[in-house]
């Protein structure tokens, strides 16, 4: 089972992690707010009880848009702030009676898509990038994930950039596809000049119009849209648990 927390909306779905897809039709249900453990936690529940079919022993992975380290959310993004230092696998595994893998939200779509998606068979360095809110990253290297990169908060010119180059501020600054690609330009190339990637993959919900920016960009690195779309996170937090050795 594959379950992704966002800021306005939490979804499950079970995975076939053969073939990279859902076996039923994703749920989904608003986000409470305020965003606080003890308000997410019970909708967690809530969700994943729609699927009475899925064997009880399953592995559960969750996506979080935080730091995730060792199973504790240490930043909060488009959350409340009294995540930060919470034990979020012990919070979901009181509240399921099973246990769970928490993981930072881009990890897990960086995940899939090398897995199942864009990055499939790719060598060397695969960045994965999500376009919305913010930047979500996820470098894999060889296929091996290195967690928590939080890349969408490089420094450019002096700002943050997902406060510049976010799929948000394309939408905050009503921002036409020719402007918004000059900043993702910058922003893209300050990444290959960082990281000499083989690959980068591009997802979030703007990706479904990749054709109308990608194609502006200039870079020496090869730049696709994220084949899993936004079922990524989802997939890839079903993978990664499956995938972690039970004890």
């Not at 881009?106 to 199942?116: H, L």
């Not at 060397?124 to 091996?144: M, N, P």
């Not at 479904?208 to 200039?218: I, N, Q, S, T």
Request: hydrophobic share 45%; aromatic share 6%.
């Amino acid at each position: 089972m594959g379950v992704d927390i966002g800021g306005s909306g939490i979804k499950a779905a079970p995975v076939d992690l053969a073939a990279g897809e859902f076996l039923a039709e994703r749920v989904r249900l608003e986000t409470p707010q305020p965003a606080t453990p003890a308000a997410v936690a019970p909708v967690v529940a809530e969700v994943l009880s729609a699927f009475a079919d899925v064997p009880a022993d399953a592995p559960i992975g969750i996506t979080f848009p935080a730091v995730v380290q060792h199973g504790i959310t240490r930043t909060a993004a488009n959350v409340d702030a009294s995540w930060i230092g919470t034990d979020a696998e012990a919070l979901f595994s009181d509240a399921l009676g099973r246990q769970v893998l928490v993981v930072n939200d881009a990890d897990a779509a960086g995940y899939a898509e090398t897995a199942f998606g864009a990055a499939k068979g790719v060598k060397g360095v695969v960045v994965v990038t999500t376009l919305g809110t913010g930047i979500g990253s996820a470098i894999v290297v060889d296929g091996k994930l290195v967690p928590n990169t939080e890349l969408g908060h490089l420094e450019i010119g002096g700002h943050d950039a997902e406060k510049k180059a976010a799929d948000s501020a394309r939408e905050r600054h009503d921002l036409s596809w020719q402007q918004w690609a000059k900043r993702l330009q910058r922003y893209y190339s300050h990444l290959e000049d960082l990281l000499w990637p083989d690959l980068i993959v591009v997802g979030g919900g703007v990706s479904r119009k990749h054709e109308k920016f990608l194609p502006l960009l200039d870079l020496r690195t090869p730049i696709v849209p994220a084949g899993l779309r936004n079922d990524a996170g989802i997939i890839g937090a079903a993978s990664l648990a499956a995938a972690r050795p039970r004890g």
